[in-house]
T-cell receptor, first 114, second 111 residues
Framework: KNQVEQSPQSLIILEGKNCTLQ??????????LRWYKQDTGRGPVSLTI?????NTKSNGRYTATLDADTKQSSLHITASQLSDSASYIC?????????????FGRGTQLTVWP | EADIYQTPRYLVIGTGKKITLECSQT?????MYWYQQDPGMELHLIHY???????EKGDLSSESTVSRIRTEHFPLTLESARPSHTSQYLC??????????FGEGSRLTVL
């Protein structure tokens, strides 16, 4: 069964600290993996996309990694800010159609305290 | 910032009422989607469209209906709302890159 599992479910860190969010998937075949950030009461916004051949990709203070062999991805946030408080959603696409079917994780709720 | 808009942002209505959630995008995207999202849960696809006059049901069974008469417009209608329809509804669109652009969401509460 194609699934996307994220951990931890929630996380509280102090401002300025680093953190790492995990995403494990069983989706096959695999096309790409995206991390989205969803602020409370808003729609998700794409942070990064990882394809099969990519291991690491950065977007400012966000760095995503992908291990296609173990089917794991992580999102590392450096020097956290209060504005990083949000839900981070991992979305995996297969190659079953023109767009690819999307499988969503439940998200990690990150809270950054001052 | 994505040019996709949803109205209303918040709606509280009584059981049995008919409601329409509006979604419009100005990016010229052919593909549009409606997702349902409950707190702490993953997004569930309820409807999608790959172009004008093309609509399909998604993975999650829904009593809502959609239409796609114009490329930019993808409204969702509930003929008779029930408390079980209380949820957040997210509209999204994409070209062919796979990146979804989401609206701000419509939070529906049915009393």
């Amino acid at each position: 069964k194609n699934q996307v599992e994220q951990s931890p479910q929630s996380l509280i860190i102090l401002e300025g600290k680093n953190c790492t969010l995990q995403c494990n998937y069983t989706v096959s075949p695999f096309s790409n993996l995206r991390w989205y950030k969803q602020d409370t009461g808003r729609g998700p916004v794409s942070l990064t996309i990882m394809t099969f051949s990519e291991n690491t990709k950065s977007n400012g203070r966000y760095t995503a990694t992908l291990d296609a062999d173990t089917k794991q991805s992580s999102l590392h946030i450096t020097a956290s800010q209060l504005s990083d408080s949000a839900s981070y959603i991992c979305v995996v696409s297969d190659r079953g159609s023109t767009l690819g079917r999307l499988y969503f994780g439940r998200g990690t709720q990150l809270t950054v305290w001052p | 910032e994505a040019d996709i808009y949803q109205t209303p942002r918040y709606l509280v209505i009584g059981t049995g009422k008919k409601i329409t959630l509006e979604c419009s995008q100005t990016m010229g995207h052919d593909k549009m989607y409606w997702y349902q999202q409950d707190p702490g849960m993953e997004l569930h696809l309820i409807h999608y469209s790959y172009g004008v006059n093309s609509t399909e049901k998604g993975d999650l069974s829904s009593e809502s209906t959609v239409s796609r008469i114009r490329t930019e417009h993808f409204p969702l209608t509930l003929e008779s709302a029930r408390p079980s329809h209380t949820s957040q509804y997210l509209c999204a669109s994409t070209r062919n890159t796979g990146e979804l652009f989401f609206g701000e969401g419509s939070r529906l509460t049915v009393l």
